[in-house]
């Protein structure tokens, strides 16, 4: 089973825009197990994609067209693939209903090609599109290659793949049984410990099969069975899961695709209904802003300082003249006053600060990359930690910042 | 002049990195003049690439292959393309001293194969790699087509197309002129608009060109000139560039490819030395940590407050209770007062505030979206404006921030 992705536009290969939508459907039928061979792009062009399709049913079983399904003249694919399989194309009901209704509600005047958008290939699937207009296809050939058509807008494309095509992706190929995923977050740990830690669950991989990925601060584990049963397939990521958190589970933080280390601490924060407020140095804000970034996050963030020079750590936060002096602004002292100043001042439960040297150039003889998180609860002693992160000025805060939401983890 | 590019790598096609690469060769390729028909992605695999490299050659003037230079045993672009040739693997000397000096001063071990990466194809150009050791090709065809083989890493790639194949590519395409751009970077008007006003002359472009890019809230014109010698070039563009001036001169804030409004702001301020401070409320830090995202920001850069509560409001920066009450968190005299009570307390010249509505609903009654920004200038009354942003929580958010530079602009 061998896939090709093609997409159509020439503002890729102008270099307008990036091709992230290859990205996104390869890594999902990696994910399912079909592996992809080639990919390419061109232009909005009948004759050259004419060739590129006639060279990938010639290669590949299932030929993967994104782009190309709008309305403007430069939108060819379909009308292409239909010409290259002696298809016609035929009207969607339901969609030409939806163009026809939108016009209509918003007093728009609707042109002739809009309606192209309602065409699809006659004996293909239409796919329904749910943020925009113009269906998608799937045509299975009985005895030849088979070819998916989607929008090249990523806000069409990716519910489009995820709700419409990979169903029948999984139906049409893997017919005999079901895939079933289970993403695992990791942070404070690289994905080469990781991966060596699991070395012989990774090599010895059949069902589930374990795919890891990194990220530039944090790594996942995407754990895939392949089972007759929903139950059954869940009880073997189950134990597979079992078996990792007993090895790694330390670092492990939360499960799913659509989560980040911040979301998990908000929703324990909520859950707990401890609020927090922060004083950030060298960060700038940037761990506030991370917070705000969590829709509903002001039922536990009440706010906080950002004490970037010495006097706006004086005024703003009363730590001490001496303590600035004599241990300096990155010190474990500083990092305590600051987080217990902030969280008295606003009355949370959970203080936490950050001092250190985000560089170019070392501050007070410490190196760049020096960071004291300071952490101070409601009824507990303040403590403080340090770190030595990357030099490299945008890791050094990103750390930080990761770090300061790990350390609230851990001691919750 | 027909180029394409392929990238070689299987972790593409596996979607766990992104083609950036593409993208960017694409877009230096256009504002050269040279049209790209084609991209592709292909595996570590030698007989795909082989197929991939004589189709190549079979339609394009250029190929430029990207990736596969390296030290491993999936690395296989270099051989590939030479056996393709039927041209020997040569030693680069400079380029296996700097593996032979690295290796010997790290006192680490180096295996036979890290020599590879000083190989390239004879009769071709080794192109040198500043920050890494896999060396690039130029080989030029005689009687066919021309090949340009870089390295994947983005790092070493960018700075070895920019600086190294760059002038080769345009001495030989491009002999008879030379070709100089200028970036011109707009805030505050859409590209629709910004085309639409410069209609006349991008209709009638010849030389020099003007290519427009729209990033998610910002505008930049690329225009290039072509010409025998700077001095001519930099008078065409010197001559365009007052004409869109004179047209849209208000929005354009600065320069080149590698700046921000941040920066140019910074910039501007330590010029002036002029100190500043922030009460952030929706924006939850990001102004403040978007400054600090900038190397030396601490000269004028002091702190400030994140007030994401009314209480914050009131106990960072003494708010008025009555104003809170009375007028409420998003309204003109609460950024007003922001302004003046950061500024007053960090004893800056300059004090902004940020106070609105970042959604998910409405508040106050005020729609999400809804923005004000207070600006406290020492000596000049606080003033405060109004904004209504897109309904997406991170766009209102960003579209904030950057607002809130520029009104510092417009007010310098």
Known sequence: ??????????????????????????????????????????????????????????????????????????????QTVAKFLGKRLIEDSK??????????????????????????IEDSIALKNETGFAVGNYFKNANGTD??????????????????????????????????????????????????KLEDLIDGQTNPTIAPYAKTSEVTLR????????????NLLDQLELEIAKRVGEFMYGYGDDNSLVAVIVEQLKKKKLTISAAES?????????????????????????TYSNKAKEQLLNVSHDTLLNKGAVSEE???????SVRTK????????????????????????????GLSIKGKETTAKLYHFSSNRYLVRERAVLSGLDYIRKSL
């Open 1 to 78: 089973m061998h896939a090709e992705i093609i997409a159509v536009g020439t503002e890729i290969l102008l270099g307008q825009i990036v091709n992230t939508n290859a990205t996104f459907v390869a890594k999902r039928l990696a994910d399912m197990g079909i592996d992809v061979y080639f990919e390419s792009v061109v232009g909005d062009n009948e004759s050259r994609l004419l060739k590129e399709i006639k060279k990938a049913d010639s290669r590949s079983d299932l030929v993967i067209l994104i782009g190309g399904l709008g309305p403007t003249k430069d939108d060819l694919t379909k």
């Open 95 to 120: 969609a030409m209903n939806k163009i026809v209704r939108y016009y209509h509600e918003t007093g728009k005047t609707m042109t002739e090609n809009n309606k192209l958008q309602a065409l699809f």
């Open 147 to 196: 070819f998916l058509l989607l929008p090249g807008p990523p806000s069409e494309m990716k519910p489009m793949f995820v709700h419409q095509a990979q169903p029948i992706l999984q139906e049409a190929y893997f017919n005999d049984h079901l895939l079933f995923s289970r993403v695992l977050r990791f942070f404070g740990i690289g994905e080469s410990l990781l991966v060596t």
């Open 223 to 234: 754990l895939t069975a392949s089972s007759k049963s929903e139950d059954e397939a869940v």
């Open 282 to 306: 060298l960060t700038a804000g940037e761990f506030q802003s991370t917070l705000g970034s969590i829709s509903g996050v002001s039922e536990v963030f009440l706010g906080g300082v950002v």
């Open 334 to 340: 500083t990092a305590k006053e600051m987080a217990t």
């Open 346 to 373: 606003l009355g949370t439960d959970i203080g936490i600060s950050f001092t250190g040297v985000a560089g170019p150039t070392e501050l007070e003889g410490q190196p760049v990359g020096t960071v004291w998180i």
